[in-house]
T-cell receptor, first 113, second 113 residues
Framework: DGGITQSPKYLFRKEGQNVTLSCEQN?????MYWYRQDPGQGLRLIYYSQIVNDFQKGDIAEGYSVSREKKESFPLTVTSAQKNPTAFYLC????????????FGQGTRLTVV | GEDVEQSLFLSVREGDSSVINCTYT??????LYWYKQEPGAGLQLLTY?????DMKQDQRLTVLLNKKDKHLSLRIADTQTGDSAIYFC?????????????FGAGTRLAVHP
């Protein structure tokens, strides 16, 4: 089945460690996005990518990094520079141009221990 | 800048209609969306409306758009307990040559007997 898959569903990180969240899609979508969700604050855009080997910072990119080496994959690394990383992370994809909707993965809940 | 605002909480009785409201600021938005999020899950697209429309109906869902006031609403008829979730309003904007989705903070809908 076509869709967008995030892994793992739950992730625990020790302070000072980098962690990478996986996002894979088989929808042949050009555009992919990472959002962070905190209670009562909705979704905030971290990074987005419209094509392979190109990505742009969103509203809260500090402390995060991404890569887009393949169309299907858009991993997000939460670095030790991110001071408050505990959150729910959502990946999405869409066709570019006249896209009418974005498809979301099921999310990864990251907790710093 | 872009901003999407929603009230944070709505409580309704089972069988009544629910109306969730949203305001946005970017008058150049082409599409406006309503997404549903159940606990611990990703976002599911419910419906969307193109900016040159003022109403769209899809089964129990009715979307009204007042472009002059930049106001969007989602009406759910005959609300059921399974409709309990967080509902996000989003606008699609064009920035720097790229499409972006801007989300509101979400409205938590609680349906009680």
């Amino acid at each position: 089945d076509g869709g967008i898959t995030q892994s793992p569903k739950y992730l625990f990180r020790k302070e000072g460690q980098n962690v990478t969240l996986s996002c894979e899609q088989n929808l042949n979508h050009d555009a992919m996005y990472w959002y962070r969700q905190d209670p009562g604050q909705g979704l905030r855009l971290i990074y987005y990518s419209q094509i392979v080997n190109d990505f742009q910072k969103g509203d809260i990119a500090e402390g995060y990094s991404v890569s887009r080496e393949k169309k299907e994959s858009f991993p997000l690394t939460v670095t030790s520079a991110q001071k408050n990383p505990t959150a729910f992370y959502l990946c999405a994809s869409s066709t570019s141009g006249t896209a009418t909707e974005a498809f979301f993965g099921q999310g990864t809940r990251l907790t710093v221990v | 800048g872009e901003d999407v605002e929603q009230s944070l909480f709505l409580s309704v009785r089972e069988g009544d209609s629910s109306v969730i409201n949203c305001t946005y600021t970017d008058s150049s938005s082409t599409y406006l969306y309503w997404y549903k999020q159940e606990p611990g899950a990703g976002l599911q697209l419910l419906t969307y409306i193109f900016s040159n429309m003022d109403m769209k109906q899809d089964q129990r869902l009715t979307v009204l758009l007042n472009k002059k006031d930049k106001h969007l609403s989602l009406r759910i008829a005959d609300t059921q307990t399974g409709d309990s979730a967080i509902y996000f309003c989003a606008e699609r904007t064009w920035e720097g040559g790229y499409n972006k989705l801007i989300f509101g903070a979400g409205t938590r809908l609680a349906v009680h007997p």
